[in-house]
């Protein structure tokens, strides 16, 4: 019988697939063709029944889905009287930092959606852009209305894309009137559309929202009907039960950015029970915010706060990679196209060397990894096939003129008065 074709094969010790099949597979090959993944067999299988373009042994290696950074911001440097200005080289520094800790799609909130939505494409990261909708002028647009219209009109150029979604962003919430967010939810719900919202992130918003609007946060998106299945709740540093139970029966989603929220000195939300309230079908997942691209950081809070290593822990190895990956993915509404290793998933594919002294000897691996590891032992990265980083090296983006950019945008910084 002649061999199938296909684009490649991927040979890793480990594959962790994050589907129906969520345990470790040893010595699996993954088959990708048009971007998408064909089929996981065993290695000799493979070997039998494919005829690749490119073969890859990865010998020591985790091969998993790539990593969704489920909430940041890139490319935005502070401009006269703090109005944001927008850097195409900090847009891909941005790009260059996720891809070295193995991310492969992200979730943007800023005032600059068009051009980080360019530079996702130019760079082949799948992003989810957010459409920001804010009280005070930008760049973007003057006000509610005019947010509004140009959100309209970026959604409807990338309606189509394959690798660029939008969800709708309202910014500074508590600033924006009842009527501009209800008319979001109104939005939201005809276009059938996410809504990003940073809801309790910090104890000054809660005490600002109640002030403005004699509410908390929560319950104030609740009256307005943006408490659905499309809100996606960011940060969540502080919650009442209440809020908790509130989340859990409408099905929204939750970014924490727990590295973040702690180098603002606002602590770290209530981990058992949101361990728990995931166990009960909420969409948990990890953002940077403002903390850089670095998801790891997050990922290994989240692992030694879930108590990894305990013999009755909140969070095992597996759960808290899942909430990295296959989490992210649900909460952007992504999960029936990347998050975990299926056939007909996209290959957006994350490999980790996990050979090194740390590592070894090699008897939990992914428990090892969350707790030893963390972006040095990203080798490969794959969005939709594409490779876009191969043993540590960029295949597409060009490190060194862009450091070159970046040492004179320093250089220009240092020498500006102050």
Not at 169 to 186: D, K
Not at 307 to 330: C, K, M, N
Request: some cysteine.
């Amino acid at each position: 019988m002649p061999k199938v074709p296909c684009d490649l094969h991927i040979t890793p010790r480990w594959m962790l697939p994050m589907g129906a099949e969520r345990e470790l597979l040893e010595r699996h090959t993954l088959v990708v063709r048009d971007g998408r993944i064909l089929e996981i067999v065993p290695a000799d299988a493979a070997l039998e029944r494919y005829a690749p373009r490119v073969s890859l042994e990865r010998p020591n290696h985790l091969l998993m889905p790539g990593l969704v950074n489920a909430h940041t911001s890139i490319g935005s440097l502070p401009g006269p009287d703090s109005a944001p200005l927008f850097s195409p080289d900090l847009a891909a520094l941005g790009i260059a930092n996720m891809l070295k800790a193995g991310v492969t799609a992200f979730c943007d909130v800023g005032y600059f959606p068009g051009e980080v939505a360019g530079t996702a494409v130019a760079q082949g990261l799948r992003a989810v852009i957010g459409l920001p909708v804010a009280a005070r002028p930008s760049a973007w647009a003057q006000g509610p209305a005019e947010y509004l219209t140009r959100a309209l009109k970026l959604r409807d150029e990338y309606k189509a894309h394959p690798s660029i979604a939008t969800v709708f962003a309202p910014l500074g919430s508590n600033a924006l009137e009842n009527a501009t967010l209800a008319r979001v939810s109104t939005l939201a719900a005809e276009l059938d559309a996410g809504i990003v919202v940073a809801v309790n992130r910090s104890r000054r918003d809660i005490d600002e929202c109640v002030a403005r609007h004699g509410m908390r946060p929560l319950a104030r998106l609740e009256t307005l009907g943006l408490v659905t299945p499309a809100l996606i709740a960011v940060h969540a540093a502080s919650l009442e039960e209440a809020e908790l139970e509130l989340i859990r029966r409408a099905g929204t989603g939750i970014v924490l950015c727990l590295a973040a929220d702690l180098a603002r000195g606002e602590g770290l939300p209530p981990i058992a029970a949101l361990a728990a309230a995931r166990s009960a079908g909420v969409r948990l997942c990890l953002g940077s915010a403002d903390a850089g691209q670095d998801l790891w950081n997050d990922i290994k809070l989240l692992a030694l706060h879930g108590h990894i290593a305990a013999a009755q822990p909140l969070l095992r190895a597996r759960e808290v990679l899942e909430v990295a990956t296959r989490g992210g993915a649900a909460a952007l509404g992504l999960d029936t196209e990347i998050g975990s290793l299926e056939a007909g998933m996209w290959a957006d594919l994350l490999c980790l060397d996990l050979g090194g002294p740390a590592m070894q000897p090699a008897l939990e691996p992914l428990a090892q990894l969350l707790l030893n590891g963390g972006r040095d032992l990203v080798s490969d990265v794959w969005v939709a096939g594409r490779q876009l980083l191969s043993e540590g090296q960029f295949t597409r983006l060009d490190w060194p003129e862009l450091a070159a950019r970046l040492k004179a945008l320093e250089a220009r910084a240092r020498m500006a008065p102050t």
